[in-house]
C-alpha cells in the first residue's frame, strides 16, 4: 500500500515560505492524485490543493495565487511551496493520496492513505 511521510514544516514570521514535502513509498506518486489538507484542534479538515494524474492543479481559494502544489519524479516526492504565510495558515499540514481526483475533494472523505502530518507555524 501506499505510504506517505510529511517533512518541511517549521516556524517562520508572517510573509516568509516555506516548503512542505510529502515523500510517497511503494508506488509513484505521479500515478495518483496527490492533495494536502490541513486541520487545527477542534477545527474542520480543509482541502488545501490537489494535482492529479494528469498534472492538473486545484487549490483552494484561501491558499490560491500563495500556494503551490508540484511532484518530482525523480525522488517520488510532491512539495507544498507555501509563500506569503499568514498566521491563520499556523496548522498541521496532512498529505493524502488516492487513486484518482473527485470534483470535490477539499473534504478529504475519498482519500485512503494518509501521512502523519507536520506542523507549520506562522509568527505575526
Known amino acids: 500500500q501506499v505510504q506517505l511521510v510529511e517533512s518541511g514544516g517549521s516556524s517562520v514570521q508572517s510573509g516568509g515560505s516555506l516548503r512542505l514535502s510529502c515523500a510517497v513509498s511503494?508506488?509513484?506518486?505521479?500515478?495518483?492524485?496527490m492533495a494536502w489538507f490541513r486541520q487545527a484542534p477542534g477545527k474542520e479538515r480543509e482541502g488545501v490543493a490537489a494535482?492529479?494524474?494528469?498534472?492538473?492543479?486545484s487549490y483552494a481559494e484561501s491558499v490560491k495565487g500563495r500556494f503551490t502544489i508540484s511532484g518530482d519524479n525523480a525522488k517520488n516526492t510532491v512539495y507544498l511551496q507555501m509563500n506569503t504565510l499568514k498566521p491563520e495558515d499556523t496548522v498541521m499540514y496532512y498529505c493524502?493520496?488516492?487513486?484518482?481526483?473527485?470534483?470535490?475533494?477539499?473534504?478529504?472523505?475519498?482519500?485512503?492513505?494518509w501521512g502523519q502530518g507536520t506542523q507549520v507555524t506562522v509568527s505575526s
Open positions: 494535482i492529479d494524474s494528469d498534472g492538473a492543479t
Open positions: 493524502a493520496a488516492e487513486r484518482e481526483c473527485s470534483g470535490s475533494w477539499f473534504d478529504g472523505a475519498d482519500f485512503r492513505y
Open positions: 511503494r508506488y509513484a506518486y505521479s500515478t495518483y492524485c
